[in-house]
């Protein structure tokens, strides 16, 4: 009988973590490559190092966007860096506003 409470037990602990750690890791990955997938030239991202930017240019081949961070300024980043879409305070997104630069300050 112990025997059997002990396997329950670990049984259990295996079902708490599957739960608990190993679904909502998976889900979130998931989350993450259809956002990936779904980001095209002109959307506005956050990358992982917190850095903001607006996509200028997708090379598919080499699994890489190119990001304008300022005024003429791109960096190309590996597609997994983009950690998010800006949205605005209005819940917009880029892809739904007319962004404009001012750019008399050259």
Do not use: C
């Amino acid at each position: 009988m112990g025997i059997l409470i002990a396997v329950a037990w670990i049984v259990l602990l295996i079902g708490a973590i599957y739960l608990f750690l190993i679904r909502p890791q998976r889900r979130d990955a998931v989350a993450h490559e259809a956002l990936i997938k779904s980001l095209d030239v002109g959307d506005e991202v956050v990358l992982a190092s917190g850095i903001v930017g607006q996509i200028m240019t997708v090379d598919e081949a080499n699994n890489l966007f190119g990001v304008e961070i300022a005024p003429g300024v791109q960096v190309a980043v590996i597609r997994q860096a983009v950690n998010r879409r800006v949205e605005h305070s209005d819940g917009t997104t880029s892809d739904e506003i007319d962004v404009t630069r001012d750019e008399t300050n050259e």
